[in-house]
């Protein structure tokens, strides 16, 4: 491990706190809480840090290989600094977040390997405390989280594709006799045959003519939609997009299950629970897939944009979300353990 500071224990006021001097030069020393690494029947009191390290918006910076792994010193330092839980500061500042995890480490809650803040330790190693059980189920329980981020803006891309499905269904009906119509309106603002040089017309006119033109130019990619089947691969999108909701609801209670399951093995200092282990074996491509779709933003499509992307976007749009959110399930399926 590689040592910054020199702890010593000291009671102030009645409470122990622990005073970590820098080796390097004119340092000052940082006072931190001693009870961090206490734990009673139910959890450690180090498991709120390791939750603010492994929140939803720093997970994608774990990295995780044969079951083993966690995230750069520097990272978990700054998801640290300036953390709050239930209203209460938990870390003040960056230099105070840096000794706490080197004294999470000095009592072997976590591990320091260089520059790589080690919060996960593979199952099969003799000597896992409780401890280590705990950090995957703080891991599980961020996992969670994510999928559940993922899930809330996913089921409103669904619904926004197929509210546009409805809606091209619907004006496909009569779209044909529409066009014409709108044709022949813009027609009749000029003195003859033919669509008039906007030039020619009165101001009124002219507005006129540009709501029309716009008007007819929407039908049109309506028409475009119904010639190049547009509305029936939307809809075998939305499909996937739905099976594929269904199929990471399954693996997130898998989850839920194997979070229980290892905070009761923790308490009971026993083993890590078999069940578990493909989401040890997958956390690091799971991880990365959902860091990959977290900040996938191709659905938004303003609704004033809709004639524009009829042909142009929203196709391709649904059928990439589809695949993002398949090839998550996929993933989260291998790390739930299920058989496809």
Known sequence: MTRKYSFETK????????????????????????DWV??????GEWEELIKQVVQPETIDEIDIADGHGGIARREAVEALAGATADGETLVSSEQQADVLLEYLAEEDIVGIDGDELVLFR??????????????WAALMS???DSIDDHLERVEDAKERFQETVDTLEAEQQDSEERLSKTAQRIQNLGPGQGVP?????????????????????????I????????????????????????????AREAYDMFYNDTRKAALKSSVFPEEAL???????????????????QTDDVADEEFAKMIEENHGETVQERAAETTSLADTAEEAAGFQR
């Open 11 to 34: 009671s102030i006021n009645g409470k122990q706190y622990v005073v970590a001097q820098s080796h390097g030069p004119k340092s000052e020393p940082v006072r931190v809480r001693a």
């Open 223 to 250: 028409e475009k939609a119904k010639s190049s089947n547009f509305v029936e691969n939307v809809s075998a999108g939305v499909d996937q997009i739905g099976m594929a909701i269904e199929r990471l609801e399954a």
């Open 197 to 221: 040089d906007p030039d020619t017309l009165s101001d009124e006119e002219r507005q006129q003519y540009t709501q029309l033109k716009e008007h007819y130019l929407y039908l049109q990619d």
């Open 278 to 296: 493909e989401f040890v074996d997958n956390a690091g491509s799971l991880i990365n897939e959902l860091a990959g779709v977290e900040g996938s």
């Open 122 to 135: 593979d199952p099969d190693e003799e000597d896992l405390n409780s401890a280590a059980l705990m950090n």
């Open 142 to 144: 961020a996992v969670i």
């Open 38 to 43: 206490e734990s009673d029947d139910l959890e």
